[in-house]
């Protein structure tokens, strides 16, 4: 979580106490994944730690843990299951590469790895997977069917799209940085009420 400083200077005792750091109350988003293991473990770990990067810079906090979610997960409602597949399922259109479901509370996501594996260098396609990721974990947060005009929610990337991925420099547009924020509002107040729900029904 992000620190910031309490600017607040004490006397006691004529010792003067420094400004101490205190714990922002910023939620963390966390993603548990998996996948197939064709997909070589370096390509993921190096996508999961741009895609976190990505976040950071606009005040979101995301991390990536391995392994499934279990039913004993999800309390603040900012838990979310991950899994990159080797090839995408007959019925999804060919352009895609990835599928979120934003209307599940486990906001489910799916990014189809076959779609990149030509890309080449490895870095490329590490940083081409980040934002596929990005853009996925964003239409779960956001619980909407939407794309942005530019940056990462773009519907399709051109190749000036692709070339700023490569270099790490395509950002989220201002609008998605707003809805973000607000889903994840909504995720953690409807996480909230679901247990306040479930407790009553324990008492009665």
Same mark, same amino acid.
């Given at each position: 979580?992000?620190?910031?400083?309490?600017?607040?200077?004490?006397?006691?005792?004529?010792?003067?106490?420094?400004?101490?750091?205190?714990?922002?109350?910023?939620?963390?988003?966390?993603?548990?994944?998996? =996948?197939?293991?064709?997909?070589?473990?370096?390509?993921?770990?190096?996508?999961?730690?741009?895609?976190?990067?990505?976040?950071?810079?606009?005040?979101?906090?995301?991390?990536?843990?391995?392994?499934?979610?279990?039913?004993?997960?999800?309390?603040?409602?900012?838990?979310?299951?991950?899994?990159?597949?080797?090839?995408?399922?007959?019925?999804?259109?060919?352009?895609?590469?990835?599928?979120? =479901?934003?209307?599940?509370?486990?906001?489910?996501?799916?990014?189809?790895?076959?779609?990149?594996?030509?890309?080449?260098?490895?870095?490329?396609?590490?940083?081409?997977?980040?934002?596929?990721? !990005?853009?996925?974990?964003? =239409?779960?947060?956001?619980?909407?069917?939407? =794309?942005?005009?530019?940056?990462?929610?773009?519907?399709?990337?051109?190749?000036?799209?692709?070339?700023?991925?490569?270099?790490?420099?395509?950002?989220?547009?201002?609008?998605?940085?707003?809805?973000?924020? !607000?889903?994840?509002?909504?995720?953690?107040?409807?996480?909230?009420?679901?247990?306040?729900?479930?407790?009553?029904?324990?008492?009665?």
């Amino acid at each position: 979580m992000r620190e910031k400083l309490v600017l607040t200077t004490v006397m006691l005792f004529g010792i003067v106490v420094l400004p101490v750091r205190a714990m922002d109350a910023t939620p963390t988003v966390t993603i548990y994944m998996d =996948h197939d293991t064709r997909i070589p473990w370096r390509e993921v770990f190096w996508a999961t730690s741009q895609a976190s990067r990505m976040f950071a810079k606009i005040g979101t906090l995301v991390q990536f843990r391995y392994g499934r979610k279990t039913q004993t997960v999800g309390q603040s409602g900012l838990e979310l299951d991950m899994y990159i597949g080797m090839q995408a399922p007959t019925r999804i259109h060919s352009d895609a590469l990835g599928i979120p =479901h934003p209307f599940r509370q486990d906001g489910r996501i799916e990014v189809f790895y076959s779609r990149i594996q030509n890309y080449t260098p490895e870095l490329c396609r590490s940083m081409v997977l980040a934002n596929i990721m !990005a853009h996925e974990i964003v =239409h779960a947060l956001e619980g909407i069917d939407r =794309h942005a005009a530019t940056g990462v929610m773009k519907a399709r990337w051109n190749f000036e799209d692709l070339n700023r991925i490569r270099v790490g420099t395509l950002e989220f547009d201002t609008s998605d940085i707003e809805l973000i924020r !607000a889903g994840i509002e909504k995720r953690v107040n409807g996480a909230g009420s679901a247990r306040v729900n479930s407790v009553s029904k324990m008492v009665r």
